[in-house]
T-cell receptor, first 113, second 114 residues
């Protein structure tokens, strides 16, 4: 059974550009959460989606947006990229939002130059 | 608001010795507590969780953690460290309402020396 898959694995973008990151949850999992991990820090919560609806949002600017599709996969979009957006972006899936734990993907490493 | 503190940026231990990685937390209500491990250029790998019940929780790869409600701590332990345990360890907490996200500490780098 496949785990949480994220694409792409690595990405280099220029300041001001837009980026879309993708996540496919474990089969049967209906909730997806996105985290940003800046080098040397712990993951910071960005969004949680369940049944295509936003269930929570962290302290991130409106340049960050996300959505969940009917097949429960998800996209994270970041507009007007800044150097400070360089990070590892992690997707986690769970059966339900309130589940005891999440399963994380390997992440997308975004570098903004 | 929920928060997690991992007071040590780095923990060094000799192979074969016991290891402890410290974690304290703050949460409204009852906590759900987790430990994750991260190897270089990888995502987070689940080690163990405390939801309710026995305060001593056993997890993957010989790791265990002890929940201490009075000290609001959830320290990660292993009786005998391996070089392969060297990695970045994250403690995380959420409350039991189901309406809050998982909040992580800043991480502790464990280095096991042969």
């Amino acid at each position: 059974d496949a785990g949480v898959t994220q694409s792409p694995t690595h990405l280099i973008k220029t300041r001001g550009q837009h980026v879309t990151l993708r996540c496919s949850p474990i089969s049967g999992h209906k909730s997806v959460s996105w985290y940003q991990q800046v080098l040397g820090q712990g993951p910071q919560f960005i969004f949680q989606y369940y049944e295509k609806e936003e269930r929570g949002r962290g302290n991130f600017p409106d340049r960050f947006s996300a959505r969940q599709f009917p097949n429960y996969s998800s996209e994270l979009n970041v507009n007007a990229l800044l150097l400070g957006d360089s990070a590892l972006y992690l997707c986690a899936s769970s059966l339900l939002p309130a589940n005891y734990g999440y399963t994380f993907g390997s992440g997308t490493r975004l570098t903004v130059v | 608001a929920q928060s997690v503190a991992q007071p040590e940026d780095q923990v060094n231990v000799a192979e074969g010795n016991p290891l402890t990685v410290k974690c304290t937390y703050s949460v409204s209500g009852n906590p759900y507590l987790f430990w994750y491990v991260q190897y270089p250029n990888r995502g987070l790998q689940f080690l163990l969780k405390y939801i309710t019940g026995d305060n001593l929780v056993k997890g993957s790869y010989g790791f265990e953690a002890e929940f201490n409600k009075s000290q609001t701590s959830f320290h990660l332990k292993k009786p005998s460290a391996l070089v392969s345990d060297s990695a970045l360890y994250f403690c995380a907490v959420r409350d039991n309402s189901g309406n809050t996200p998982l909040v992580f500490g800043k991480g502790t780098r464990l280095s096991v020396i042969a």
